[in-house]
């Protein structure tokens, strides 16, 4: 079973889909990481991705399904979280082409209002190594500036400077938040208020997966 994990930039994706990971044995699938991984590595498609996330622009679709293909085979039977993925109309039904391998168990929306989004962003840092994520006034680490899981330094992502927000605003709402309707026709849209502590949202993050009958 499938679960997307969909949300504006900052709503806590990756935050809540790390935690289906720890403490209920998901395999997760960050298509955000996958790419950032990719650029790291210099392979072509790394490249090309690099300059369109760093302007706050989506990566060409096809790009993405071949990512998501190879991640869902690679997982097997186990229980899914896509985290950011889909982002437009024909990532979703490039995904519903898969429906009967790999079918898609509910929709869920971190919803937020921008303003704590602008917070969230402004003051997220990230491990240069290991990725792990942590907020300035959140989730501090023990000694600022430094990753508590592997002692690296921590920084900001490029794409998280004030103007890029706002890019990756506007094309969240004009390509992403479309899919609401086409989730909730399927009866599969959820919902959550994401503006809450992050332990009270995976709590009920968690109760929605249990009243889905996968837990
Ligand atoms: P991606 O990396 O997915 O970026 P995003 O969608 O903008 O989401 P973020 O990673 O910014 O935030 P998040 O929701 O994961 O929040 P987080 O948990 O980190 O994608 C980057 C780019 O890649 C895209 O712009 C695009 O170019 C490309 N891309 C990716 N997928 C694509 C696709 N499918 N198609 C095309 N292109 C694609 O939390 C944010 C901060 O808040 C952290 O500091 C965290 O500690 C803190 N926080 C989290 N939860 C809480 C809480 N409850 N309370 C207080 N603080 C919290």
């Known amino acids: 079973m499938i679960y997307l ?10 935050t809540q889909s790390d935690m289906l990971v720890q403490s209920m044995q998901f395999k997760k699938l960050s298509t955000g990481d996958a790419l950032r991984a990719a650029a790291k590595m210099g392979t072509e498609v790394g490249r090309q991705a690099e300059a369109l996330m760093a302007r706050g622009e989506l990566v060409p679709d096809f790009v993405l399904f071949e990512i998501v293909k190879a991640a869902l085979r690679d997982f097997g039977t186990a229980r899914v979280v896509l985290d950011g993925y889909p982002r437009t109309q024909q990532q979703a039904h490039d995904l519903e082409t898969l429906q009967a391998e790999f079918p898609v168990a509910m929709f869920i929306l ?3 209002g921008d303003r704590e ?5 402004a003051g997220r840092r990230v491990c240069s190594q290991c990725q792990a994520v942590y907020h300035v006034q959140s989730r ?3 000694q600022a500036g430094v990753c508590d899981a592997c002692g690296a330094a921590l920084e900001q992502r490029s794409d998280d400077m ?3 927000i706002a890019r990756r605003l506007q094309v969240y709402r004009k390509e992403t938040e479309p899919l609401l309707d086409f989730y909730a026709q399927r009866q599969l849209l959820r919902e959550i208020d994401a503006a809450q ?3 009270a949202v995976f709590v009920r993050l968690q109760a929605l997966i249990g009243e889905g009958g996968d837990a």
């Open 5 to 14: 994990l969909s949300g504006p930039p900052g709503s806590g994706k990756g």
């Open 110 to 112: 971190l919803r937020i």
């Open 117 to 121: 989004i602008v917070a969230r962003i």
């Open 197 to 199: 502590a992050e332990g």
């Open 162 to 164: 004030d103007e890029k």
């Open 140 to 142: 501090p680490p023990r």
